[in-house]
């Protein structure tokens, strides 16, 4: 199943579909958030929409919006993929290398990615992104973090890179928190579906031209090693969005031009959707 939400920024439906038919989740619950998550609320609807307890919505002609509410923090892993640490000029980490985004970078899948003033270094990444849907402390092991997970969602982690390495001060936050730069959906795919994340082939393309194609078997850091790293540093609450790292291929490498006004960037994930967004002047 596919959880979304639909319609204007501020006032998206939550809703699931499987593919067929899409069922409005409001008489469940007001939104996708980490309440819901925490509430079993994947598996419940899950339930109740077989049942026939929920109203079908006429999705058409709606835009999607991200697939989760207000995530209470994004947590992001960099240089998790051995290849992309390399054209980086960096050796691979040894430990997770962790930073964070803003909250409201998060956008929908075919939102407008807005180019910050001024900007000739701005990136694409496209990411395997984890949903907390249990609070995680102290986890004993990578098999307990897997409990942890709500689903799975495709995330481009929009990067500007000189203000990540230049003007960062070693705070790779500064690069990675202009608005619009986390765009994230189409849907929410429960881990029941996925599993633990790995196999899945990660493709990007600027303009229809391929730049990244890989799979998540190339993750130094598996995602439940990484919650598991996590949760002893720092408590992860239902609805935290986590970003598990991009593959080689990225602007950053020297290989291909950073965005520009105008440009398309194509990003998706094998069996959790495909992402369009246009770069636009902020």
């Known amino acids: 199943m596919r959880f979304m939400r639909l319609g204007e920024p501020g006032a998206e439906i939550p809703a699931v579909s499987d593919g067929t038919t899409t069922w409005d989740l409001r008489p469940l619950t007001a939104d996708i958030d980490g309440a819901f998550l925490a509430a079993d609320g994947l598996r419940r609807a899950e339930a109740t929409a077989a049942e026939g307890g929920l109203p079908v919505l006429a999705a058409d002609g709606l835009r999607i919006g991200a697939p989760i509410a207000r995530p209470p923090a994004v947590i992001c892993i960099g240089m998790n993929y051995a290849a992309h640490a390399r054209e980086s000029g960096s050796e691979p980490p040894t430990d997770i ?13 075919h939102d407008d990615i807005l180019l910050p003033p001024g900007s000739t270094t701005t990136d694409w990444e496209v990411e395997l992104a984890a949903v907390i849907g249990r609070r995680a402390r102290y986890l004993s092991s990578p098999e307990e973090a897997l409990d942890c997970i709500a689903g799975f969602a495709v995330a481009n982690d929009v990067s500007e890179r000189e203000y990540q390495l230049e003007r960062s001060l070693g705070q790779w936050s ?3 928190s202009f608005e619009t730069f986390n765009p994230l959906g189409p849907w ?3 881990a029941a579906e996925v599993g633990d994340g790995s196999g899945l082939r ?7 031209d391929t730049r990244q194609d890989s799979t998540t078997n190339d993750l130094i850091f598996s995602v439940a090693e990484i919650i598991h790293r996590l949760s002893q540093f720092t408590v992860l609450e239902p609805g935290d969005l986590i970003n598990t790292g991009t593959p080689e291929g990225v602007g950053l490498s020297g290989r291909f031009p950073y965005l520009q006004a105008g440009d398309t960037v194509e990003v998706g994930i094998e069996g959790l959707g495909e992402q369009r967004s246009t770069v636009r002047p902020a």
């Open 97 to 109: 290398v962790v930073f964070y985004k803003h909250p409201n970078t998060v956008v929908g899948p």
């Open 174 to 176: 500064k690069g990675k």
């Open 188 to 190: 929410l795919v429960p």
């Open 202 to 208: 990660l493709r990007s393309a600027v303009n229809g």
